[in-house]
């Protein structure tokens, strides 16, 4: 079975400090992964995923994570913070076939 | 590209109506999915279909609950009673033929009030 454990309800960081958002995994098979954003009324979008290609990937807004199979973990990441950053962000786990398994998501605040 | 289009975005109707909840996929997209959203349970899987047929309705919490999805273009998700506890915000989402590496389209939801 598939799951993401995403360490951290909520994340407070100044603008303008590193971004660093805690994501684990565990699956039966090689994971694709993926993190999405979601803002405030809005649906989930998607901000980058791993295919099983590069292990570092980059996705919008400047972000990106580090698929590391040994820790099973897929952090993401960003150097400075944006006040326009502030939003929940979920990591997804998908086991080959169309479902995909989220987190519980984690908030980010941003403070200025 | 027209993204998932969900209707209406807010309902706000009584206890014991019937709520429909509407969305279209993106065009060309074979698998969609229904979520509910709340601060107590977070996002939860609630159907999915693959090519308009039911493929896991394990996540639908009760006879009150039915979705379907008529052709590839039109899915729908009723609730029958409907009770204050369904109050929640309600996504529809698809993906496009894959094994997996797809990301799923997420529409902007409809935020259902049950008073």
């Known amino acids: 079975a598939q799951s993401v454990t995403q360490l951290g309800s909520h994340v407070s960081v100044s603008e303008g400090a590193l971004v660093l958002l805690r994501c684990n995994y565990s699956s039966s098979v090689p994971p694709y992964l993926f993190w999405y954003v979601q803002y405030p009324n809005q649906g989930l979008q998607l901000l980058l995923k791993y295919t099983s290609a590069a292990t570092l990937v980059k996705g919008i807004n400047g972000f990106e994570a580090e698929f590391k199979k040994s820790e099973t973990s897929f952090h993401l990441t960003k150097p400075s913070a944006h006040m326009s950053d502030a939003a929940e962000y979920f990591c997804a786990v998908s086991a080959r076939d169309d479902k995909i398994i989220f987190g519980k998501g984690t908030r980010l605040h941003i403070l200025p | 590209d027209a993204g998932v289009i969900q209707s209406p975005r807010h309902e706000v109707t009584e206890m014991g109506q019937e709520v429909t909840l509407r969305c279209k996929p993106i065009?060309?997209?074979?698998?969609l999915f229904w979520y509910r959203q709340t601060m107590m349970r977070g996002l939860e899987l609630l159907i999915y279909?693959?090519?308009?047929?039911?493929?896991?309705d394990s996540g639908m919490p009760e006879d009150r609950f039915s979705a379907k999805m008529p052709n590839a273009s039109f899915s729908t998700l009723k609730i029958q009673p409907s009770e204050p506890r369904d109050s929640a915000v309600y996504f529809c989402?698809?993906?496009?033929?894959?094994?997996?590496?797809?990301?799923?389209?997420f529409g902007d939801g409809t935020r259902l009030s049950i008073l």
């Open positions: 989402a698809s993906s496009s033929p894959g094994y997996g590496n797809q990301p799923q389209h």
């Open positions: 279909f693959n090519n308009n047929v039911p493929i896991d």
């Open positions: 065009s060309g997209h074979n698998s």
